[in-house]
């Protein structure tokens, strides 16, 4: 069974910086493209970045371009997220989902096929 699990969330000040972790479980997350996502209250699931299987192509929204870094570790079947200068707006939960695209990595929550249950960030002061 193809399962993912996100860890790292947590309550940060303004500014400050938060690493998640996506690891899997019953699969290898090279082979697949992995998203990061974001739900606020009361609002749609956004997408956030992306990673091709390779992990040379990232891609990021534009909100969050220059603060958050998407890397791999493929010996550890783990994906990060490294988000820096945190803000308000950046209050979510977090989920990462992974993909059968082939090659590089689609911004649509509808094109992931496996999700993790999420992870809370809070950024307040």
């Known amino acids: 069974q193809l399962q993912l699990a996100e860890s790292g969330g947590g309550l940060v000040q303004p500014g400050g910086s938060l690493r998640l972790s996506c690891a899997a479980s019953?699969?290898?997350?090279?082979?697949?493209?992995i998203g990061w996502f974001r739900q606020a209250p009361g609002k749609e699931r956004e997408w956030v970045s992306c990673?091709?299987?390779?992990?040379?192509?990232?891609n990021y929204a534009d909100s969050v371009k220059g603060r958050f870094t998407m890397s791999r570790d493929n010996a550890k079947n783990t994906v990060s997220l490294q988000m820096n200068s945190l803000k308000p707006e950046d209050t979510a939960i977090y989920y990462c989902?992974?993909?059968?695209?082939?090659?590089?990595?689609?911004?649509?929550?509808?094109?992931?096929?496996?999700w993790g249950q999420g992870t809370q960030v809070t950024v307040s002061s």
């Open positions: 990673i091709s299987k390779t992990g040379g192509r990232t």
């Open positions: 019953g699969f290898t997350l090279d082979y697949y493209p």
């Open positions: 989902a992974a993909t059968s695209w082939d090659t590089g990595c689609p911004r649509s929550r509808y094109n992931y096929n496996y």
